[in-house]
């Protein structure tokens, strides 16, 4: 709705928790990536 880029992430072998090394790191560089692009340049 309001035009801001969304992902889905889906560890089929994990629960609430993303434990596994390898998943582990793509959340962290996927959500930290979106951080970087959506708010780097935010006045707040």
Known sequence: RRGIE???LV???ENHWVLKP???VLWY???LGWLDM???DSPH
């Open 6 to 8: 969304s992902r889905l």
């Open 11 to 13: 560890f089929p072998n």
């Open 22 to 24: 390898a998943n582990s």
């Open 29 to 31: 560089h996927t959500v």
């Open 38 to 40: 959506h708010l780097k």
